[in-house]
């Protein structure tokens, strides 16, 4: 799959209202601006292994696709939800364990970049990777 191998973040649009409309306040967003953040993803048929190492933390996420799991972003929000593979791309459908909202996010390679798309209460926001 495509998506596999290591992704460094280049930039990002929308981001910063992204992370207001889900009530992280500004310090953090000025922080996660500048994060660093880099992903090494791997699949073995419907499991798979994210590796993300950031400013934060670094942690490895293993999910199975269609099976529910629980999240945390850096921020500390929880999240529950699943992946699913739709053609080339990894759809995420997530809901905040806080509030109950949707949190929705698409991970796809897009030329020699990796999106990935994150949408919640209407503000789309891009974080756009390079490989590594």
Do not use: C, P
Request: glycine share 8%.
């Amino acid at each position: 799959m495509a998506l596999t191998g290591s992704w460094k973040v280049d930039r990002s649009d929308n981001y910063d209202k992204f992370m207001e409309k889900m009530g992280i306040n500004i310090v953090k967003r000025k922080l996660a601006a500048h994060d660093n953040l880099k992903l090494i993803i791997t699949q073995d048929g419907n499991k798979f292994t994210v590796k993300e190492s950031s400013a934060f933390r670094t942690i490895e996420i293993v999910f199975n696709l269609g099976v529910n799991f629980n999240y945390s972003l850096a921020d500390g929000t929880e999240l529950s939800g699943t992946w699913n593979l739709e053609g080339d791309k990894l759809v995420g459908k997530f809901t905040r364990v806080d509030n109950g909202k949707e949190l929705n996010a698409i991970r796809e390679v897009v030329g020699d970049e990796m999106v990935q798309t994150y949408v919640y209460e209407g503000v789309e926001a891009k974080r756009f990777f390079k490989k590594d």
